[in-house]
């Protein structure tokens, strides 16, 4: 339980760390990438991936009674390492997303490892 304490709670901390300059670096982004047409899609990323490591932060509190949103929590950090790392080897995304989505990689394994060490609630 100790491990899957600090695991969520440094990947939540990590992720608000990354996420929130999302918000005031478009610019910046649409400077090395081209024009966003979809600046929704932007938002909405940095959004539901901050969101996310709120869920972290709880899990982090209570990973006992937090264990089955382990689960989705692996998904989020695939989802990322599932878009990127074909959009790299395409030549349609820099090399430092693709960084990125190792770190999500990293934690994917972790956090897989985090939910066989703690071990569900018992009932009653």
Known sequence: MKFARWVFTIAGIYGILVLTPMYFTESMA???RGP???PEYYYGF???ALAFQVLFLLIGRDPVRLRAAMIPSMLEKLSFVGAVWPLYFAGRTPGITASLASVDLLLTGLFAIAYVK???AANG
């Open 36 to 38: 966003d047409n979809y």
């Open 118 to 120: 703690t071990k569900p």
């Open 46 to 48: 940095a959004g539901v």
């Open 30 to 32: 649409v400077h090395l």
